[in-house]
Nanobody
Framework: QVPLVESGGGLVRPGGSLNLSCVAS????????MNWYRQAPKKQREFVAQ???????EYEDAVKGRFTISRDDAKNTLYLHMNSLKPEDTAVYFC??????WGQGTQVTVSS
């Protein structure tokens, strides 16, 4: 059973929006800190956003004010709402939990 499965990626024009989802299974989702990371071509994986079990959030500076991380514990689902997308947001986006699990990633491409 794969603990984390992302979806929602795609191709979007600059300035557009996308909503990513990450469905968790087999883990105590509601008590875990959850994260989004991304990895652009030829670059290291980097932190994007974090949400604690109590709803507290943190963001990487480049996405503050544009991205919103949220969670629905009843659905064991993590979200990343991305607005005002830029070409430099192009990457594979991964969800991660504090137990060290990773999803398989979902590709986000921002291009005109």
């Amino acid at each position: 059973q794969v603990p984390l499965v992302e979806s929602g990626g795609g191709l979007v024009r600059p300035g557009g929006s996308l909503n990513l989802s990450c469905v968790a299974s087999g883990i105590p989702f509601s008590i875990l800190t959850m994260n989004w990371y991304r990895q652009a071509p030829k670059k290291q994986r980097e932190f994007v956003a974090q949400i604690h079990y109590n709803g507290g959030t943190e963001y990487e500076d480049a996405v503050k004010g544009r991205f919103t991380i949220s969670r629905d514990d009843a659905k064991n689902t993590l979200y990343l709402h991305m607005n005002s997308l830029k070409p430099e947001d192009t990457a594979v986006y991964f969800c991660n939990d504090e137990l060290g699990d990773w999803g398989q990633g979902t590709q986000v491409t921002v291009s005109s």
